[in-house]
């Protein structure tokens, strides 16, 4: 099994604010990025990371990640999430036999987490995804937001990374869908490929927000 991990960290970060690229963003003194790389290679079952990088950031995420030596190459990223991942599978050795996409913004996710996403392909599933539960009840709304819809919350989930693949089946949704997506699985779903679900963790939150930020550095103290 060849374990590689594909970590897009080309967004702007608008949301956050903070003038640079959300992944260069420092938590406790390291960038979000550092915490992001060090903890699926902490997993210890994955052999290397390809970051997808904002083109006028490619140098300064390489440098700051030069503590992984090999074990992490960095690419220029495209205009969207889908294309960031798209490049940086490409730039995956021919060989991959497990494919991992995890944001650079899920930076505090626990070992424990890849691991078990990796075993799960491993023991046979072509793809799986971390799942929580949904707390607040979702609403969805037309245009002018007027409630259309109430989806029964119990059958919704909350969607996390790092989502896990069997290279092949990945390679094969990226080839035949170029439309953009929040979800590499969602790909899959339309490939007709099962997408199985195993337990989250609230640590593998997305960090969108000063919000979100002022949490992780909690978490981390
Ligand atoms: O914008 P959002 O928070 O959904 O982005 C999720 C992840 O996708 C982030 O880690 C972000 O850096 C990455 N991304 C990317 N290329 C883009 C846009 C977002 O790699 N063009």
């Keep these: 099994m060849s374990v590689v991990a594909l970590v897009p960290a080309a967004g702007r970060g608008e949301r956050l604010g903070a003038g640079v690229p959300k992944a260069l963003v420092s938590v406790r003194g390291e960038p979000l990025l550092v915490h992001a790389v060090r903890g699926l290679l902490a997993a210890g079952c994955v052999h290397s990371v390809v970051v997808a990088a904002p083109v006028s950031d490619v140098d300064t995420m390489t440098r700051v990640l030069a503590f992984a030596g090999s074990h992490a190459r960095v690419v220029p990223g495209g205009s969207s999430r889908t294309q960031s991942v798209r490049l940086a599978l490409g730039a995956a050795p021919p060989d991959t036999t497990v494919v991992l996409v995890h944001d650079a913004a899920r930076a505090f996710t626990p070992a424990e987490l890849v691991k078990a996403v990796v075993a799960r392909v491993d023991g046979g599933a ?19 937001g007027r409630v259309a819809a109430t989806p029964d919350r119990a059958d919704l989930r909350v969607v996390q990374t790092p989502q896990g693949f069997r290279a ?10 170029p439309d953009a997506t929040t979800d590499d699985a969602g790909l899959v779903e339309r490939l007709g490929v099962p997408v199985d679900t195993i337990p989250g963790h609230p640590y593998a939150m997305k960090i969108t927000t000063p919000f979100d930020l002022a949490v992780a550095e909690a978490i981390l103290r």
């Design 168 to 177: 092949e089946v990945l390679r094969r949704a990226y080839d035949a869908y």
């Design 126 to 144: 072509d793809a799986v995804i971390p799942v929580l539960p949904v707390a607040d009840t979702i609403k969805r709304v037309d245009a002018a």
